[in-house]
């Protein structure tokens, strides 16, 4: 048997489908830049998920997407989620990929890991209200959302740049990975 202790797994969902999204470039700073011992996956495919309805959350008539989505969650120890604010609330394909991973109810993929919420968008405030919906609306999911741990980046602070260009941005966004892997029991 290996000394080495396994890398705790962090599944990441970005409320965003835009390939080129600022919030989806977070989450790969997320990925390639996680302390070691954490492994960052974002998960890709939240765009193919049907809205959610429950006459065909059933063994029979399961969406493969939601399968994976519910796979995903279930082999992680812990979740991310990176998002923009749409509107002043949580992106439609984010609360979509939420009401998914909340069944079955009391028994969710993500029931009691740890999850944490960040991101960015226009407003000067990066996307607060959104997050804190998230926060909200996951916390009745069934992960145990870790409040403590925020961060909101207000886009025009990038001044344009990719966020691998700011060593801050950086930094926290390694920051929160290694955090939320410490609340991994």
Known sequence: MSD?????????????LRAASVNRQIAELAAAFAPEGVAV?????LGDLPFYNE????????????????????????ALVVTPEYNGSIPGVLKNAIDWLSRPFGNSALKDKPLAVIGGSLGRY????????????????G???IEAIKLSVP????????????????????????KLAAEVS
């Open 55 to 78: 006459d065909i959350d059933n063994e029979v008539d399961m969406p493969a997407s939601v399968t994976a989505l519910r796979t995903a969650a279930a082999d992680a120890d812990a």
């Open 126 to 141: 990066g996307g607060v209200w959104a997050h804190d919906e998230t926060r909200k609306s996951f916390g009745i999911a």
């Open 41 to 45: 996956t974002v998960f890709d495919r």
């Open 4 to 16: 080495r202790k396994r890398d705790v797994k962090v599944l990441t969902l970005v409320g965003s």
């Open 143 to 145: 992960p145990r959302v």
């Open 155 to 178: 886009l025009q602070s990038l001044q344009g740049k990719h966020p691998r260009d700011d060593a801050e941005l950086v930094s926290n966004v390694r920051d929160v990975v290694g």
